[in-house]
């Protein structure tokens, strides 16, 4: 296939892609607390706190290998060596906003007389990532007809360290090698499509996110009771990086497999999308014969009809790649409203 390979530069298949794993590598390390506390402030209702702190070290960096010629290696067997900060050389190009406007962006490339095949050189880098959260949750069990239960919670997790990797390109979610191509202070991105598939938008870090849900019994004693319920769920938009795609022509950074890389336009939430209310319902009748139970019930998805964002695209035009810029581009939305009609048979 011309769009993949391994192991080979399909601009130069006589070169292979030779990777090291430099000596002592380990897993990363975490170090993590946590603290919760419960309070029965009734007997049958419980509010707790939890509080976590997190920090990881020592995570994977995959750093470029390189050779002092322009035409590569003398031979295959030669590994290179790392690449160091000296290697490299700023490139920056203006991107096209949707509106017209134009923002200058920054990536770096090898210097002119340093090559390389796109291997690299696995070892445990300096970066240090910091999570910090907090939630509060309580818990009112079934009692005099009701119950009612539900949480907040505050986190804040992103990169406190950063910054000592030979390129300094930003790459959109860290890139496709180990996901480090970062800055200082960028929050951690979990992406939830990996850069394709139909959630290859989606950036997982929302710093705050509640769920409430209760049920309510309406005259449970009388043969026309029935039961009411309803689930109210919120979070912070999740992030919506903006990126330029650069060939693999013009930057060192890809495995030119991949054919060019996602350079990423600011701070990964420096833009974020819709945040998200959705409030649900349920109305349900039970009925209890001899030998089995019969339960109708109706749900009711999205009740106010939201149609909040949950997908866009980020892509800008830029000099070298001019075509129309596609960012802003909605490709997902909250599903409309929905009914649900259903029934559940239970038996003794």
């Not at 939830?192 to 139909?198: A, D, E, I, M, P």
């Not at 509640?210 to 919120?234: C, E, M």
């Amino acid at each position: 296939s011309p769009n993949y390979s391994s192991n080979v530069d399909p601009t130069n298949p006589s070169k292979f892609l030779l990777n090291k794993v430099s000596s002592g590598v380990n897993a990363p390390l975490t170090d993590e607390g946590l603290i919760s506390a419960e309070h029965a402030l009734l007997p049958e209702f419980v509010v707790g706190v939890n509080l976590t702190y997190r920090r990881q070290s020592k995570l994977l960096q995959e750093d470029l290998l390189v050779f002092d010629s322009a035409t590569g290696p003398p031979g295959n067997g030669n590994n290179g060596r790392i690449a160091t900060r000296n290697d490299f050389t700023p490139v920056t190009v203006i991107a096209t906003l949707p509106n017209g406007s134009k923002l200058p962006v920054t990536y770096w490339k090898l210097k002119s007389g340093i090559s390389t095949v796109h291997g690299y050189d696995l070892r445990n880098g300096d970066y240090t990532s910091e999570y910090k959260g907090g939630s509060v949750t309580f818990n009112k069990r079934l009692a005099n007809r009701w119950m009612l239960r539900g949480n907040f919670t505050y986190s804040d997790w992103k990169y406190n360290k950063a910054g000592d990797r030979p390129d300094p390109t930003s790459l959109l979610a860290g890139g496709t090698t180990d996901g480090n191509y970062v800055t200082q202070g960028d929050v951690v991105l979990q992406g939830s499509g990996n850069g394709s598939g139909s959630f290859r938008n989606v950036y997982i870090n929302s710093k705050w996110s509640f769920a409430v849900n209760g049920l309510y019994q309406i005259a449970p004693d009388r043969p026309w009771g029935f039961n009411v319920a309803a689930n109210l769920t919120g979070r912070q938009g999740y992030p919506d990086p903006f990126y330029i795609n650069v060939s693999a022509a013009s930057t060192s950074v890809p495995n030119p497999a991949f054919g060019g890389e996602t350079v990423q336009i600011g701070k990964a939430d420096s833009n974020r999308l819709d945040n998200i209310i959705d409030f649900d319902a349920r109305i349900e009748k039970e009925f209890t014969f001899q030998d089995f139970g019969l339960t109708l019930g109706i749900d009711c998805f999205n009740v106010f009809n939201e149609a909040f964002v949950l997908q866009r695209e980020g892509a800008f035009s830029h000099a070298s790649a001019p075509t129309p810029s596609n960012a802003t581009f909605v490709n997902e939305v909250l599903s409309p409203r929905v009914f649900r009609f259903g029934a559940r048979l239970s038996f003794k």
